[in-house]
């Protein structure tokens, strides 16, 4: 058989006709394709934007759970606070209004709080304090938490025997 007659395998560079446009230059990646910075339907690098759009998302909604956890938090410190101030300056109610009130705010003080107001009526403490939050962006968008409480004696309490 005869060689000369049978067709001659070509490179894969020649495989195609290239005419003098889409020769490769310094600036085309592939010598076939002409270079385009975007091409409609190339969707390459998709999936890195919506990761990164998924991630800043859940972010954001942790910093806001963390930021009104925080707030919470302060405001039941606020609560408890002001309940043992109140409790503490009705105890010391006796001994009069300066007496009870400084009770009041070295018991708030050691609950990591701060007197507002705090007023005797008759026997009844009536106390006001404030927190602040610990994680600063809480307290930089709602400030200080504060809560108030009130308390006295009770009324004696009397057994009526003549319930059935």
Known sequence: MNRSHQARPTPRSHQYHQSPRSRPTPQTP????????FRPGDDT?????SALAVALSVLLFALLGVTFATALHARHRAQSAADFAALAAAGRALE??????ARAAAIAGANGATVESCALEGLDAVVTVSVTPGFAPTAALGGAATAGARAGPVAPFTLNEEAP
């Open 30 to 37: 592939h010598p076939f394709r002409p270079f385009h910075p």
């Open 45 to 49: 690098g998709a999936a890195s934007v």
């Open 96 to 101: 009069g209004q300066g007496e009870a009130c």
